[in-house]
């Protein structure tokens, strides 16, 4: 059967900035992005309906038969089971939260248009991880983390690391892919598994607790301390102190500095010594800004760090308050703490901001990609320059 990933309109505003670039299911959270957590659930091929200016990069494919899944949901044995069991003009949901149809290609468009009153209603009673909020990210991934690892370890062996300088505790929920090294560590998976992806790397000094997914060709540098909850996402290098944080991929945050319950999307770097707050003062909660509501809105979260839109950079020293979001292709830097929403495509930090020309920007990510033999497609491009234009509203100084 077709499967369409299907991104809600309410939801994509709530999980910008990282929304911005990429369908909500691209997302990842745990080991795997949640588009792939279906693939290894599910039979059939994969498509996406999302935001028209991203199609192109994540086309839609539509068929007689077709599976809608909301891009948001986490799968679960029960919710796949439930799923592939749904039939034609039948709907999933649990409570007011649409989980998936089983639709023919005429019923395609009432769905996209939020319509769901011609399905047939099917209550899910069991629990759905759904990641519809920035911060989800963060607070779900130590417990996706999980999830994944017992899905990707099922049946399988590990490769097991053999350095003789390495400490590991809790070695039955450590699961170490083909390639992957280690030297001179210390491992402590006994409150939660540790996933050592493929070609990854673990350098001398590392301090390791689990939870941690270490993906594909990822690096945790000389000394490193992490503290648990933690993504590395693919092609990241990661040195400091970091706790509960998710990286998507191809991101550095490669020297000492404190990144915690935070978000980092794809190709950022983020300098020397810079580090994040996560806790008030006043121990109160924390806002954050929605895109969504236009305001800061509170997240009923004690702790909350940075949330980095893709491409974004932060030069040495660089300062985040507590409940930081920094848009697409932004780069700060500079002395004291810059405000806690910083739009797409700024240049500048505390002292003030000027908008960090697209070309530049474009310029910048060609160099970045370089470095890791890929390349800026036609198609990012687009993304990139509609991106520009649609958040030039939130660059005020232009207008000063």
């Given at each position: 059967m077709n499967i369409i990933l299907y991104d809600q309109p309410h939801v994509i505003g709530q999980l910008l900035p990282f929304t911005y670039t990429r369908p909500i299911s691209e997302i990842r959270v745990g080991i795997l992005k949640i588009s792939e957590k279906w693939k290894h659930h599910l039979d059939g091929d994969i498509s996406y309906h999302t935001q028209d200016y991203l199609q192109a990069k994540y086309p839609l494919i539509e068929e007689d038969k077709n599976l809608v899944i909301n891009g948001a949901a986490c799968p679960?044995?029960?919710?796949?089971?439930?799923?592939?069991?749904?039939?034609?003009?039948?709907?999933?949901f649990s409570g007011s939260i649409f989980l998936g149809a089983n639709t023919n290609q005429s019923g395609l468009t009432k769905i996209w248009n939020e319509d769901f009153s011609s399905l047939q209603k099917v209550e899910f009673e069991g629990e759905v991880m759904t990641i519809d909020q920035p911060w989800h990210i963060f607070k779900k991934n130590g417990q996706a983390i999980r999830d994944d690892f017992d899905l990707l370890s099922k049946g399988r062996k590990s490769a097991g690391i053999s350095d003789s300088h390495t400490i590991i505790y809790g070695e039955g929920n450590v699961f170490v892919e083909e390639g992957a090294t280690v030297k001179a560590a210390i491992i402590n998976a006994e409150d939660g598994p540790v996933y050592l992806g493929k070609n990854s790397q673990i350098h001398e000094g590392a301090i390791i607790k689990g939870p941690l997914a270490l993906?594909?060709?990822?690096h945790i540098n000389m000394g490193a301390k992490l503290r648990g909850d933690n993504t590395v996402g693919p092609y990241s290098k990661v040195g400091g102190e970091v706790s509960n944080s998710v990286i998507f991929g191809y991101s550095n945050k490669g020297h000492d500095g404190y990144l915690g319950n935070s978000v980092i999307g794809e190709w950022c770097n983020i300098g020397a010594d810079t580090n994040t707050s996560n806790l008030k003062n006043n121990y109160t909660a924390i806002k954050l800004?929605?895109?969504?509501?236009?305001?800061?809105?509170d997240t009923g979260l004690q702790f909350c760090g940075l949330m980095m839109g893709d491409h974004a950079k932060a030069g040495i020293n660089t300062m985040f308050n507590t409940g930081t979001v920094v848009g697409i292709g932004s780069n700060i830097f500079g002395h004291g703490f810059p405000r806690t929403f910083i739009p797409s495509f700024a240049w500048g930090g505390a002292s003030g901001f000027a908008t960090f020309k697209l070309t530049k920007v474009v310029e910048v990510a060609e160099a970045v990609m370089g470095?890791?033999?890929?390349?800026?497609?036609?198609?990012?491009r687009a993304i990139l320059t509609h991106i520009f234009e649609a958040t030039a509203r939130y660059r005020n100084w232009e207008d000063a």
């Open positions: 679960s044995e029960a919710l796949t089971t439930k799923l592939k069991a749904l039939s034609e003009g039948s709907a999933l993906c594909e060709g990822a800004w929605s895109f969504a509501k236009g305001r800061f809105v470095r890791r033999e890929k390349t800026l497609s036609e198609a990012d």
